[in-house]
């Protein structure tokens, strides 16, 4: 008789900092056999992996990355050893996570599969900044979007969705600020648009506030962290906070 495999989680790490995890992805973790893990998870959280085969498979742009073909098949030759599988992600899974392409892999395979969510960047973001993504009267409508792609992929029609959108998220940017903020300024949106960039968020790293126009002319400097470029007249208030003690423009949390 063929033996049972096991199962995959997708597990969400979260952000960054350990205690922002769920309680059931701790327990998943606690529980797992093996544990492929992204290169942004927090080691306190791959540390609650005590009893589990810990694996790196992260993806970093710039950096030596796992082929993701690669991941699939390591996930589903595991799970046909242990009983439980996790695969730990930073952030959320079903965001910017190649979630779907684990998920189909897995399905193809018989190979049963949950998915676990996890709090977004963005969240922790808005929460440290002590603003609200969605405000009565000011914003209706967040678009998270990324102007990356892979290769051989087409180009990603980002633009569209930040000129749509009260408020915007922009992830895995930080390098193309600079061209990213003259897009949006070329489509109309206005030079004293209020952006923020987070750096590393729930975890320490550089919060700053600037406009639009300053975004273009400037970008968003060295980075040694996951960056997100927020926008949106939501920040208007903390902008002016900002500006109004310069100390506080750029802050370390």
Not at 118 to 144: D, P
Not at 187 to 215: C, H, Q
Not at 226 to 233: D, K, Q, Y
């Amino acid at each position: 008789m063929k033996p049972r495999a096991g199962t995959v989680y997708l597990v969400g790490a979260g952000p960054g900092a350990p205690d922002l995890l769920t309680l059931r992805a701790a327990r998943l973790i606690e529980r797992a056999d093996i544990v492929f893990h992204d290169a942004l998870v927090h080691p306190d959280t791959i540390a609650l992996a005590a009893r589990a085969i810990t694996v790196a498979v992260g993806k970093r742009h710039g950096a030596h990355s796992t082929a993701q073909v690669f991941i699939n098949k390591r996930l589903i030759d595991a799970a046909r050893r242990h009983a439980v599988v996790v695969r730990l992600k930073g952030g959320d899974p079903m965001l910017f996570g190649r979630a779907q392409e684990e998920l189909d892999a897995l399905d193809a395979a018989g190979i049963a599969c949950e998915v676990v969510p996890g709090v977004t960047a963005a969240q922790a973001a808005a929460a440290e900044l002590r603003v609200s993504l969605t405000r009565r009267g000011i914003s209706r409508s967040v678009a998270f979007a990324t102007p990356r792609v892979g290769r051989d992929e087409s180009p990603s029609d980002w633009s569209a969705a930040l000129t749509r959108a009260d408020t915007a998220v922009l992830y895995m940017a930080a390098n193309e600020a600079a061209p990213v903020a003259a897009r949006l300024l070329a489509l109309g949106r206005p030079r004293d648009w209020p952006v923020a960039i987070v750096e590393s968020a729930s975890l320490k790293g550089k919060r700053e506030f600037m406009t639009l126009e300053a975004l273009a002319r400037d970008g968003a400097g060295a980075r040694s962290g996951p960056t997100l470029i927020l926008f949106g007249e939501v920040l208007r208030d903390a902008l002016a906070r900002a500006d109004a003690v310069p100390e506080r423009h750029c802050v370390a949390a």
